[in-house]
Antibody, heavy 117, light 107 residues
């Protein structure tokens, strides 16, 4: 059974760096073909894909946010970490991590992040 | 970037009725289109991948069709638990993009 869970701060100040951790079980990120992505959703709005990391450490980023995002994996800990720099109130959203290579079949519960001074 | 357009924005139907949701891509995505269902306060759930394949555990009343730029999600007979927001998503080209969603609400 695959599960994922996001963790990180619920409140960050403008200009700060956000670090979110996705801890998963039921699969290994060292297995060929596996990927983990991050997707966010501002309150009342649509889903927005942010980044994805593959088993071979190939990384993909949203072009509009690429300069602010870094995705990494720790295979031994079964974790994927997303950092987003220079946070702004418009980045207030629920952040999800999800299993998949492009279509995401299993999602975490999400973590709400508010950006406010 | 491939832009996905969903129509209608809202679909008001009664339980037992058939729902037809549309997703149109700004350029061909071949069959690399997925559909998700999202209920309030919940994470999205994958319903359909690669245009027409039901994900694990998804009831047969959900079906997907289309290829290229035009896709359809059909719910053959709405159950009370099907009232939700539905998103399409393409993985043909980077970046992955989602549509704006269609809300299916109770008439």
């Amino acid at each position: 059974q695959i599960t994922l869970k996001e963790s990180g701060p619920t409140l960050v100040k403008p200009t700060q760096t956000l670090t979110l951790t996705c801890t998963f079980s039921g699969f290994s990120l060292s297995t060929s073909g596996v990927g983990v992505g991050w997707i966010r959703q501002p309150p009342g709005k649509a889903l927005e894909w942010l980044a994805l990391i593959y088993w071979d450490d190939d990384k993909r980023y949203s072009p509009s946010l690429k300069s602010r995002l870094t995705i990494t994996k720790d295979t031994s800990k079964n974790q994927v970490v997303l950092t987003m720099t220079n946070m702004d109130p418009v980045d207030t959203a629920t952040y999800y991590c999800a299993h998949g290579r492009g279509a995401f079949d299993i999602w975490g519960q999400g973590t709400m992040v508010t950006v406010s001074s | 970037e491939i832009v996905l357009t969903q129509s209608p924005a809202t679909l008001s139907l009664s339980p037992g009725e058939r729902a037809t949701l549309s997703c149109r891509a700004s350029q061909s995505v071949s069959s690399y289109l997925a559909w998700y269902q999202q209920k309030p306060g919940q994470a999205p759930r994958l319903l359909i991948y690669d245009a027409s394949n039901r994900a694990t555990g998804i009831p047969a009343r959900f079906s997907g069709s289309g290829s290229g730029t035009d896709f359809t999600l059909t719910i053959s007979s709405l159950e009370p638990e099907d009232f939700a927001v539905y998103y399409c998503q393409q993985r043909s080209n980077w970046p992955v993009t989602f549509g704006p969603g269609t809300k299916v609400d109770i008439k």
